[in-house]
């Protein structure tokens, strides 16, 4: 096999390595195709090289002609070559190392950022980018699996846990299950009933939270807790409306215990806004009634 050493980088290759020159004595080119090839991307990524094709092509292009027979020969030219898997896994690398590239990332940062853009990319996931991600995500089992696999795993990432406890996002969860309530509920219910896994998950959950409110302490009976009721009017004490009330600590288990004095009746939603935050909503009227009962039963 006949073999020639590159003068660039001084390995010794096979001669079909090498381009063909006529006017050197063995008619082959000094420098091996990847070398050749490197060369020529540093140089095309001159700076003034880039201004002198623009130049050009802004010049030769204004010609609606002479641009509508070079756009006529590089459809062609594809066209001749869009089935070579060669020239497939060429254009996929060439277009994977230009993205890459800080100029590319440049290119796209300035085109997503155009108002033409913004706009056609709003139109579109208007029109046809939502529906049809909701068609699959309804129709396509395996679609819909690994989206919520993506969707956990991001949930978990510190963007994913910043994003989840910023107000924003927090009054848009609050206002969507307001206006869904009981779509919602019938969804939960049914899937309690339903999925085994589910079930046991929030089983376990409210197991967790019993333990922890009885190894806080506390003898919250009954009639207290429907004497705090009719006391607010059946009324949450946070937001003002008549619902179905829950049991609110005022300072969260374990610090707090499971005593009248400790306790506030506040809708699901109020209290599940209120998380493990110490806020006492109650007024001074209502802390008074509540010691006056006290006083009242130990009697």
């Known amino acids: 096999m006949k073999t020639k050493t590159c003068s660039s980088c001084k390995q010794t290759k096979s001669v079909t390595e090498f381009g063909k020159d ?6 082959l080119y000094q420098y091996c195709k990847e070398c050749r090839n490197r060369k020529a991307k540093e140089s095309y990524r001159k700076p003034e090289v880039y201004a002198h094709k623009a130049a050009y092509r802004k010049e030769y292009l204004a010609d609606p002609i ?7 020969r590089e459809h062609q030219w594809f066209l001749a070559h869009k089935d070579d898997p060669e020239f497939r896994e060429k254009e996929r690398k060439r277009y994977k190392e230009y993205d890459q590239s800080e100029h590319g990332r440049e290119v796209r940062r300035k085109i997503r950022q155009s108002p033409k853009v913004k706009e056609y990319l709003k139109r579109y996931r208007k029109e046809k980018g939502i ?3 909701k068609e699959r995500y309804h129709n396509d089992p395996e679609f819909r699996s690994r989206l919520s696999k993506a969707k956990g795993k991001w949930y978990q990432s510190d963007k994913g846990k910043a994003f989840r406890e910023s107000p924003k996002h927090k009054e ?3 206002k969507y299950r307001e206006k869904n309530r009981k779509r919602i509920r019938d969804y939960e219910r049914e899937k309690y009933n339903n999925d085994p896994e589910y079930y046991a998950r929030v089983r376990a959950k409210n197991n967790v939270r019993i333990e922890r409110e009885r190894s806080s302490g506390g003898d919250l009976r009954r009639q207290d807790w429907e ?5 607010a009017d059946g009324k949450c004490l946070c937001c003002g409306k008549e619902r179905k009330m829950t049991i609110d600590h005022i300072v969260p288990i374990p610090e707090g215990k499971t005593v009248i004095e400790n306790i506030q009746p506040l809708c699901n939603s109020c209290n599940a806004r209120k998380g493990k935050q110490t806020i006492d909503y109650r007024t001074q009227e209502f802390v008074t009634c509540v010691t006056e009962y006290q006083f009242n039963q130990k009697k």
């Open 66 to 72: 002479k641009h509508a027979e070079q756009v006529e």
């Open 172 to 174: 848009t969860v609050r």
């Open 131 to 133: 529906p049809r991600a």
């Open 227 to 231: 004497f705090l009721i009719e006391l």
């Open 22 to 27: 006529k006017q050197r004595k063995d008619g």
